[in-house]
């Protein structure tokens, strides 16, 4: 089977969000979309099945750091059925209290990363990449993984223009 492919996965949250009020299309669901169109990669987006999550910050906030502290593993909506096909996987998660969201941990649990080259992407209100891409590495156990991109959320959201622009520049310099 041909693994040429390429595949970006990504979790992403809209409600009301740290620094750019309630939106409607999350953060880092434009990043993803962007590296998408630019790279010809198919998307995947990670949702939390049955999703309780709340729709305020500040109850957010504490709900997902109780989900870290027990190293929580949400149950999540459908999966890569061709996941063979591909040969480099973007994963792309928002800032977590410096962890990524626990629903992107059960997508990776759930596949094998042995033949893989991950590409992390994080946005993020001030911490940038954190540790995420090392977390990622230590969960997926990945063939390879190539440099990060992070970028903050309110850019992402608010200026689109300079956001793909980053984004190019950056793919290139990766060597797409
Ligand atoms: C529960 C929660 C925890 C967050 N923790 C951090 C953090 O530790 N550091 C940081 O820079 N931003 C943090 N943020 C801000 C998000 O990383 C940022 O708003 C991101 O762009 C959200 O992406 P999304 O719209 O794709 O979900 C947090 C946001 C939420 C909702």
């Given at each position: 089977m041909l693994k040429?492919?390429?595949?970006?996965?990504?979790?992403?949250?809209?409600?009301?969000?740290?620094?750019?009020?309630?939106i409607t299309e999350g953060n880092t669901a434009i990043v993803a979309k962007f590296i998408a169109s630019a790279i010809g990669a198919d998307i995947f987006e990670v949702k939390v099945k049955n999703d309780t999550y709340s729709a305020s910050y500040k109850t957010l906030a504490d709900e997902t750091l109780r989900e870290k502290k027990i190293g929580a593993r949400p149950n999540i909506v459908g999966d890569v059925t061709n996941f063979d096909e591909y040969d480099t996987v973007f994963i792309g998660s928002p800032n977590w209290w410096a962890d990524m969201p626990m629903a992107l941990y059960t997508f990776i649990e759930r596949h094998d990363w042995s033949d893989k080259t991950i590409i992390p992407f994080v946005t993020h209100e001030g911490s940038g990449l954190s540790s995420i891409p090392a977390y990622m590495k230590a969960a997926a156990k990945p063939k390879a993984m190539l440099g990060g991109f992070e970028i903050y959320g309110h850019t992402a959201q608010n200026n689109r223009d300079e956001t793909y622009e980053k984004i190019i520049i950056w793919l290139k310099n990766i060597g797409f």
């Open positions: 040429n492919k390429k595949l970006v996965v990504y979790f992403s949250k809209v409600g009301e969000q740290y620094n750019v009020g309630i």
